[in-house]
């Protein structure tokens, strides 16, 4: 029987397959939550390069929210992101939501980034 950690890990290697054959040579938004805080990184996979990330983590953060773990957090990392990708010259992106489903913070971080002017 399989792990749970084993079931995300087959959801996360469709998916990204999945991205593979649709991307189109864009690079990544890549999101991992957790209990606590949600993080995001613009990933240049050709390159093996990470372009730009965000965390509900950084101080900067922190002082304006409530909790890491919230939607208003994954908005705000969504925005930040966006803001960061846009200064290292990314604006088309390919979203990379893990194994987690399209819906609450993920949606949320999602959001953020289209309104901080990522297209995808």
């Given at each position: 029987?399989a792990s ?36 995001a990184q ?79």
């Amino acid at each position: 029987m399989a792990s749970k950690l084993d079931l995300e890990a087959r959801r996360r290697r469709r998916l990204r397959f999945q991205l593979r054959q649709k991307s189109g040579g864009r690079v990544r938004l890549s999101v991992f939550r957790s209990g606590r805080h949600i993080y995001a990184q613009i990933i240049d996979d050709k390159a093996g390069r990470t372009l730009a990330a965000a965390s509900s983590l950084e101080k900067t953060m922190r002082d304006g929210l409530k909790t890491g773990a919230d939607k208003d957090a994954a908005a705000a990392v969504g925005k930040l992101v966006a803001e960061r990708a846009i200064a290292a010259g990314v604006t088309e992106v390919v979203f990379d939501r893990g194994p987690y489903l399209y819906h609450g913070r993920v949606k949320a971080l999602a959001d953020g980034a289209r309104e901080g002017g990522l297209s995808f």
